[in-house]
């Protein structure tokens, strides 16, 4: 994925094309007076039952335990404050 940069007159001109470049992984970065002023990149679909948010990215990956089960606060009598920042990353 890489990021190309085009001019608001170009845009105009070349709409269609822009998009399917967007849709196919492209970013575009639009400028002004070769001021860059907006960033044009995909919509990434919310996981199913999450909302779609502006500006928020849900992961679909499975979150990662730094230490085992066996471990947790709860079974060795740790405080939940000093596990946290034991697990801090």
Known sequence: MSTH?????NLRG??????HAV???????ITSRNRPVARLLAVQ???EGLPDIPGVVWSTA??????PVAECPAITG????????????
């Open 45 to 47: 679909a919310s996981p």
């Open 23 to 29: 849709a196919a992984g492209e970013t575009l970065l």
């Open 62 to 67: 499975s979150p990662q335990v730094s230490r």
């Open 14 to 19: 070349r709409l269609s094309d822009c998009l």
């Open 5 to 9: 940069q085009i001019s608001v007159r």
């Open 78 to 89: 740790e405080t939940l404050a000093d596990w946290v920042v034991a697990n801090r990353r």
